[in-house]
């Protein structure tokens, strides 16, 4: 999996602080809510065009357990092509039973 290198998520987050100071809480909340929004709109077309259905839940994604690595691997992937750097981690992803 690509990450960006230490210094480039350094700048991310630096630019995430100098834009809830420049323009306040709430602008730089609804930027953030609006990138999770887009994030999950993008994996959740994926996956149901690859034949997984899914519930959305908050900044959660419930699924059967049969599909939950094709899951995790959308959500590192799509979330990547957003530019966050942060990832979904197995253990700490469950699944729905069947």
């Known amino acids: 999996m690509n990450k960006l290198p230490c210094t480039e998520r350094a700048e991310a987050a630096g630019d995430i602080r100098k834009n809830k100071k420049e323009s306040g809480y709430k602008v730089t909340s609804r ?4 990138t999770e929004v887009a994030i999950m709109t993008d ?4 996956l149901n065009q690859v034949g997984i259905e899914v519930l959305y839940g908050y900044d959660a994604l419930l699924c059967e ?5 094709v899951v ?8 990547l092509e957003h530019g966050v750097t ?3 981690k197995d253990e700490m992803a469950a699944a729905l039973p069947a």
């Open 31 to 34: 930027r953030m809510f609006e």
């Open 72 to 79: 995790i691997e959308t959500m590192n992937r799509i979330i």
């Open 65 to 69: 357990e049969k599909d939950k690595p």
């Open 86 to 88: 942060t990832s979904v």
């Open 43 to 46: 994996v959740i077309q994926h």
